[in-house]
């Protein structure tokens, strides 16, 4: 029996894109180009698969995309295995 369960609808998913770039993090770099021009608000971010909170407890920005294609971290991800930063990105 499940409890709790919630039902989600979509008023429309028509002309949704969803794309992935990966990256490799060298703990140095904190600028990264995206293949699609996009916002801060449409990316989801995992770096060695761990989700990436896009702000830290105290409410500041861990990264930003800037110029519609520039994703900026706050802080230079770490050292990780090839492709290891995957950027989830949907419009």
Known sequence: ????????????????????????????????????????????????????NSKNSGGTPNYAVTSGTTLTFTAAPPTTAANGIEVVITQ
């Open 1 to 52: 029996t499940r409890t709790g369960a919630q039902e989600i609808t979509f008023a429309s998913a028509a002309g949704t894109t969803v794309s992935k770039d990966q990256f490799t993090g060298n703990n140095s770099t904190t600028a990264f180009t995206l293949s699609t021009s996009t916002s801060t608000d449409n990316i989801n971010i995992f770096i060695s698969g761990v989700y990436q």
